[in-house]
């Protein structure tokens, strides 16, 4: 199967589809994975709180 836009982002506590190219949704994301957050505040809908 193709690889790509059905990939959830890799941060832990983040809803939102990963970017084309990255595991990630965002570059919040990117530099919050490592931190086990319990909310995700990249912004997107998803996960709005
Ligand atoms: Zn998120
Ligand atoms: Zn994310």
């Given at each position: 199967?193709?690889?790509?836009?059905?990939?959830?982002c890799?941060?832990?506590?983040?809803?939102?589809?990963?970017?084309?190219?990255?595991?990630?949704?965002s570059?919040?994301?990117?530099?919050?994975?490592?931190?086990?957050?319990?909310?995700?505040?990249?912004?997107?809908?998803?996960?709005?709180h």
């Open positions: 199967m193709p690889a790509q836009q059905n990939k959830k890799a941060h832990p506590a983040c809803h939102c589809q990963a970017r084309p190219g990255s595991d990630y949704c570059t919040y994301c990117e530099g919050e994975a490592k931190t086990a957050d319990i909310q995700c505040n990249c912004g997107h809908p998803a996960c709005a």
